[in-house]
């Protein structure tokens, strides 16, 4: 038989395979049963079944009762994926719900613990184990251990990127000395050696330029950490304020315009933004930015006050 017939059978035979009615799509699981089951701890049962009947629920109260039954069934049977996707999906459809938030921050935390405790277990002497105990060290302004942590780190992968910026920071932390700067300085340098893509070193460095009142090598700093990071609003409002203090205000415009693009609630982009409008002749724009600057600070004292009245549990009815 010609080999285009072969091919026109092949052709007329995959065409009707596919007209060929197949068995019944399964049907969804029911929400609600799966809600119940993954309440009352029938975890293996529901959660393979849990995304798949989220998905197809349209009552909001359902799909909370889902959600948080399937992310307590995933941590329970140690499924890591699955609580995160779960926690991702619950963010996405929740975003402002305090018992969502309230949970992903207790699952966060519990995965971050136990993917330490896995590292510890599995690896013990890898120097990620060092890593995390800096780390921790760090968060309870232990700078002295932290710093050997670091140190042990480095002995082990000496060029590794970002331990000598950690490095660096950590002796900025520190109560000051007369060599404190000097040694910080050193740190990120190395940083910069080992890792030149590293905007926080440049962007670190920098400032400790423009404290120094040395504006050439601040700007040429900060211009480098703009571009390593273009989200990076900090460097664009040191690199505006070097300019400034360079008395180069028409320069100053445009990195200060950018950070209060990136961060429009700042009152610090808007007031030096302001100042290189006035000194510019720009009178109404100065004046536009000096109101933002305004409202800017009143949010962020008003933010600051609802902070302290939370923790301290002033403000509102006493009962």
Same mark, same amino acid.
């Given at each position: 038989m010609?080999?285009?017939y072969?091919?026109?059978?092949?052709?007329?035979?995959s065409?009707?395979?596919?007209?060929?009615?197949?068995?019944?799509?399964?049907?969804?699981?029911?929400?609600? @049963?799966?809600a119940?089951?993954?309440?009352?701890? !029938?975890?293996?049962?529901?959660?393979?079944?849990? @995304?798949?009947?989220?998905? !197809?629920s349209?009552?909001?109260?359902?799909?909370?009762? #889902?959600?948080?039954?399937?992310?307590?069934?995933? #941590?329970?049977?140690?499924?890591?994926?699955?609580?995160?996707?779960?926690i991702?999906?619950l963010?996405?459809d929740?975003?402002?719900?305090?018992?969502?938030?309230?949970?992903?921050?207790?699952? $966060?935390s519990?995965?971050?613990?136990?993917?330490?405790?896995?590292?510890?277990?599995?690896?013990?002497g890898?120097?990620?184990? !060092?890593?995390?105990?800096?780390?921790? #060290?760090?968060?309870?302004?232990?700078? %002295? =251990?932290?710093?050997?942590? $670091?140190?042990?780190?480095?002995?082990?992968?000496?060029?590794?990127?970002?331990?000598? $910026?950690?490095?660096?920071?950590?002796?900025l932390?520190?109560?000051?000395?007369?060599?404190? @700067?000097?040694?910080?300085?050193?740190?990120?340098?190395? =940083?910069?050696?080992?890792?030149?893509?590293?905007?926080?070193?440049?962007?670190?460095?920098?400032?400790?330029?423009?404290?120094?009142?040395?504006?050439p090598?601040?700007?040429?700093?900060?211009?480098?950490?703009?571009?390593?990071?273009? #989200?990076?609003a900090?460097?664009?409002?040191?690199?505006?304020?070097?300019?400034?203090?360079s %008395?180069?205000?028409?320069?100053?415009?445009?990195?200060?315009?950018?950070?209060?693009?990136?961060?429009?609630?700042?009152?610090?982009?808007?007031?030096?933004?302001?100042?290189?409008?006035?000194?510019c002749?720009?009178?109404?724009?100065?004046?536009?930015?000096? =109101?933002?600057?305004r409202?800017?600070?009143?949010?962020?004292?008003?933010?600051?006050? %609802?902070?302290? @009245?939370?923790?301290?549990?002033?403000?509102?009815?006493q009962?």
């Amino acid at each position: 038989m010609p080999m285009r017939y072969l091919i026109a059978v092949f052709a007329a035979l995959s065409i009707a395979s596919a007209q060929t009615p197949g068995r019944p799509a399964a049907a969804p699981p029911d929400p609600a @049963k799966i809600a119940h089951l993954l309440e009352t701890g !029938h975890c293996s049962d529901a959660l393979p079944l849990s @995304k798949r009947a989220y998905a !197809h629920s349209t009552d909001a109260d359902l799909k909370r009762r #889902m959600g948080t039954g399937a992310v307590h069934c995933a #941590m329970a049977l140690n499924d890591t994926v699955a609580a995160a996707d779960f926690i991702g999906i619950l963010n996405r459809d929740f975003p402002s719900d305090p018992d969502i938030l309230y949970l992903a921050v207790h699952t $966060y935390s519990d995965l971050s613990l136990r993917a330490s405790q896995t590292l510890l277990f599995t690896n013990p002497g890898a120097y990620q184990v !060092h890593e995390l105990n800096a780390e921790a #060290m760090e968060t309870q302004q232990k700078w %002295d =251990e932290a710093a050997e942590e $670091y140190r042990a780190v480095l002995q082990a992968n000496p060029q590794l990127p970002g331990i000598h $910026y950690r490095l660096g920071r950590l002796i900025l932390s520190k109560p000051e000395t007369p060599t404190t @700067k000097a040694d910080a300085r050193k740190e990120f340098e190395e =940083e910069l050696r080992i890792n030149p893509s590293n905007a926080g070193a440049e962007f670190v460095l920098a400032e400790l330029a423009r404290q120094n009142e040395n504006y050439p090598e601040a700007v040429d700093r900060f211009t480098r950490a703009t571009r390593l990071d273009a #989200m990076f609003a900090d460097a664009f409002i040191g690199l505006g304020r070097s300019l400034l203090d360079s %008395d180069r205000a028409a320069d100053a415009i445009t990195p200060l315009v950018r950070a209060t693009k990136l961060q429009p609630e700042n009152p610090t982009a808007h007031f030096l933004l302001a100042n290189a409008y006035r000194r510019c002749g720009r009178q109404s724009d100065a004046n536009r930015e000096t =109101e933002a600057h305004r409202v800017t600070s009143e949010k962020a004292r008003q933010t600051t006050d %609802d902070l302290k @009245k939370a923790v301290t549990g002033t403000g509102g009815n006493q009962r």
